[in-house]
């Protein structure tokens, strides 16, 4: 069991539960490997839309959430693989920030994730998964939820084809989140062609997906990041799927695999 997509204490909106917590309760569900991916430090010119600013780990937490990541990995190294990462925003206009931020931080990282969480509009920047109302807000100012899928999709693949430097993330991260509130807002009839063909980028530039269990748990979804219909056609095009739980606290650990097509998933 490898689980590519864990969060911390030091995510600001997530759980105060232990790292300890986390790797012990990943043991006694039979992990064999875990990396944890606490959401990187927004780029510092960058103003968090959400209103309590707290989408990324503060700057100065970055040098102690790594320290002691590396001496939990030297102390469980006999029951389990410790790898340590983030999970960085890819955010338009701020693509030389978020390189410089990889080149300092990316040689102490051993597996990282790279998502899109923000959509700017007309009006302003927009967390499209933060709340139902921002999500809303968000396709209104762009036109309409056939505009919103769109500028998402177009933003996923900038983030593919961008350059980051050398110590880019290689794994998408969710990469059907602008779905979190489908059952509020239905997704454009034609929505699954973007994500069909956002895998040929995804293909061509050999990149990995994470195969996320989170939506699964959020009441609007109910699904996979990605369904299962897009993850077999990932599959099938040779594209690697790692399972991530995107636990922000240690009971989360697991979460959809239920619904997660396990032949598929790289381990």
């Known amino acids: 069991m490898r689980d ?23 043991i006694r569900a039979g992990y064999h490997s875990m990396t944890f991916t606490e959401h990187a430090p927004l780029p510092q010119s960058f103003i968090d839309p959400v209103p309590s ?49 990889l080149n300092r931080f990316g040689p102490l990282l051993d597996d990282s994730i790279l998502s899109v969480h923000f959509l700017k509009g007309k009006k302003g920047w927009y967390c499209i998964d933060f709340s139902p109302e921002m999500y809303k807000d968000a396709f209104q100012d762009l036109g309409g ?19 980051l430097g050398l110590y880019k993330p ?8 602008v779905r ?23 293909k061509a530039y050999n990149y990995e997906l994470d195969y996320n269990g989170a939506g699964m748990k959020k009441p609007h979804c109910q699904e996979t990041y990605p369904p299962l219909p897009l993850a077999r056609q990932a599959s099938s095009m040779g594209i690697p ?19 997660v097509d396990q032949k598929i998933l790289k381990r």
């Open 241 to 259: 799927l790692i399972y991530g739980s995107d636990a922000h606290q240690s009971s989360a650990l697991m979460q959809g695999i239920d619904a």
């Open 180 to 202: 979190k509130f489908r059952h509020l807002y239905p997704s454009p009839y034609n929505w699954h062609s973007y994500g069909s063909q956002f895998l040929d980028t995804v």
């Open 53 to 101: 600013q707290d989408s990324g780990m503060a700057y100065n937490q970055v040098k102690h959430y790594l320290e002691d990541l590396e001496q939990l990995k030297e102390m469980y190294k006999n029951d389990i693989h410790i790898l340590k990462g983030m999970e960085v925003d890819y955010i338009q206009g701020y693509e030389e920030e978020t390189k410089q931020l």
């Open 170 to 177: 290689k794994r998408i991260g969710h990469m059907t989140l």
């Open 4 to 26: 590519g997509h864990i969060h911390s204490p030091y995510c600001p909106h997530g759980s105060s539960d232990a790292l300890k917590t986390y790797i012990e309760e990943a």
């Open 145 to 163: 939820l056939e505009q919103l899928y769109q500028t998402y999709y177009r933003t996923l693949e900038m983030s593919v084809v961008s350059d």
